[in-house]
């Protein structure tokens, strides 16, 4: 029987390319080259399935080249890189892989939020650049967490394990935001209060954004926003790029508008806007909020036994468009 080929675009774990060996024709990308969309596009146009990483772009242009594409499984829970329409349209099945990364990436953004409050990698940077000659009242005065406001704009799994350890952890007082309210048993498991976007940018001590990247939650954070915070808030991005405005960020943090702000993620990442790496008051990450072994093998054995599942069976586990599904059984 002959086997489907598969693209792995990006190197991955090498017992995960073993895997996928089993069951397919396998062309990978163990050498990790990034590769231009139309370098993509090429790859491609050959192959039954694909296992993104969730940096690749897959529209309609690249769709239009690939006649046997019938699956793309993407190792990451957002899917801002994929035109999920269009791969309805061709009848490409869209995966992402949710769940397995909640509570570390729950770990990650209150991670963030502490270094960022606390100032501990500024403070870092001053010791190992040997400017630590005495004690001082206020060196490195930062601000609390416990018993503080924690503001949460986007409360989907990801936001709701944030509030948790917001409420229950810390004693923080949880106020969120959403496109739509939470049932109250969940806002109580949660300890969240609901509040409009202006009141939780006006009350909240630290601001912590997970929301979804759409077109709708382009620049959520922007100039306007940013002067509706409390002069001495941090915000924390573990979003999405682009979910803020990283010009009017940089420029809010060098005015001290806000007191210090989290990113781990960036408009136009890899690059980072070249003003939020001069100023001192901003703690950065090179978007791993779901990166501990554990988590990554959890989300590449997703994505790959949506592959698995989808070209051997005609079944997916967590399908993103499953219309597609019950279309491809129909033909
Ligand atoms: C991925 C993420 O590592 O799952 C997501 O949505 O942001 C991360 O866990 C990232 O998408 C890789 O690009």
């Given at each position: 029987?002959?086997?489907?080929?598969?693209?792995?675009?990006?190197a991955?774990?090498?017992?995960?390319i073993?895997?996928?060996?089993?069951?397919?024709?396998?062309?990978?990308?163990?050498?990790?080259?990034?590769?231009s969309?139309?370098?993509l596009?090429?790859?491609l146009?050959?192959?039954?399935?694909?296992?993104?990483?969730?940096?690749?772009?897959?529209?309609?242009?690249?769709?239009?080249?690939?006649?046997?594409?019938?699956?793309?499984?993407?190792?990451?829970?957002?899917?801002?890189?994929?035109?999920?329409?269009?791969?309805?349209?061709?009848?490409?099945?869209?995966?992402?892989?949710?769940?397995?990364?909640?509570?570390?990436?729950?770990?990650?953004?209150?991670?963030?939020?502490?270094?960022?409050?606390?100032?501990?990698?500024?403070?870092?940077?001053?010791?190992?650049?040997?400017?630590?000659?005495k004690?001082?009242?206020?060196?490195?005065?930062?601000?609390?967490?416990?018993?503080?406001?924690?503001?949460?704009?986007?409360?989907?799994?990801?936001?709701?394990?944030?509030?948790?350890?917001?409420?229950?952890?810390?004693?923080?007082?949880?106020?969120?935001?959403?496109?739509?309210?939470?049932?109250?048993?969940?806002?109580a498991?949660?300890?969240?209060?609901?509040?409009?976007?202006?009141?939780?940018?006006?009350?909240?001590?630290?601001?912590?954004?997970?929301?979804?990247?759409?077109?709708?939650?382009?620049?959520?954070?922007?100039?306007?926003?940013?002067?509706?915070?409390?002069?001495?808030a941090?915000?924390?991005?573990?979003?999405?790029?682009?979910?803020?405005?990283?010009?009017?960020?940089?420029?809010?943090?060098?005015?001290?508008?806000?007191?210090?702000?989290?990113?781990?993620?960036?408009?136009?990442?890899?690059?980072?806007?070249?003003?939020?790496?001069?100023?001192?008051?901003?703690?950065?990450?090179?978007?791993?909020?779901?990166?501990?072994?554990p988590?990554?093998?959890?989300?590449?054995?997703?994505?790959?036994?949506?592959?698995?599942?989808?070209?051997?069976?005609?079944?997916?586990?967590?399908?993103l468009?499953?219309?597609?599904?019950?279309?491809?059984?129909?033909?």
């Amino acid at each position: 029987m002959t086997r489907a080929k598969i693209l792995v675009a990006r190197a991955i774990f090498p017992e995960t390319i073993e895997k996928l060996k089993t069951h397919f024709e396998v062309e990978s990308n163990q050498a990790d080259e990034t590769w231009s969309p139309s370098q993509l596009a090429d790859r491609l146009k050959d192959k039954a399935g694909a296992f993104t990483t969730g940096t690749e772009r897959i529209d309609g242009a690249l769709l239009d080249g690939c006649p046997h594409l019938r699956i793309c499984a993407n190792m990451a829970v957002g899917y801002n890189n994929f035109d999920v329409d269009a791969m309805t349209a061709h009848g490409v099945l869209a995966t992402n892989a949710p769940d397995v990364l909640t509570e570390t990436t729950a770990d990650f953004g209150f991670a963030l939020l502490m270094a960022t409050a606390r100032r501990v990698t500024e403070s870092e940077h001053f010791l190992r650049a040997g400017k630590w000659t005495k004690w001082s009242y206020d060196m490195f005065a930062g601000s609390d967490i416990h018993g503080s406001t924690l503001g949460i704009i986007g409360m989907g799994r990801i936001g709701q394990g944030i509030a948790r350890r917001g409420a229950m952890g810390f004693g923080m007082k949880v106020v969120y935001h959403n496109r739509s309210r939470l049932d109250a048993a969940i806002e109580a498991q949660c300890g969240a209060t609901y509040v409009s976007k202006e009141e939780l940018l006006r009350t909240a001590d630290h601001v912590v954004l997970v929301v979804p990247y759409s077109a709708a939650s382009h620049h959520t954070i922007g100039e306007a926003e940013l002067a509706l915070m409390k002069p001495t808030a941090t915000l924390v991005n573990i979003a999405r790029g682009g979910i803020v405005d990283d010009a009017a960020l940089a420029k809010a943090l060098k005015d001290k508008r806000i007191a210090a702000a989290g990113l781990d993620v960036f408009e136009g990442e890899p690059k980072v806007h070249p003003d939020l790496l001069t100023v001192p008051n901003v703690v950065l990450t090179p978007h791993i909020a779901s990166a501990t072994v554990p988590t990554r093998r959890a989300m590449a054995d997703l994505a790959a036994d949506n592959l698995i599942a989808y070209l051997t069976r005609g079944e997916a586990l967590t399908p993103l468009n499953p219309a597609v599904i019950g279309a491809a059984k129909a033909s």
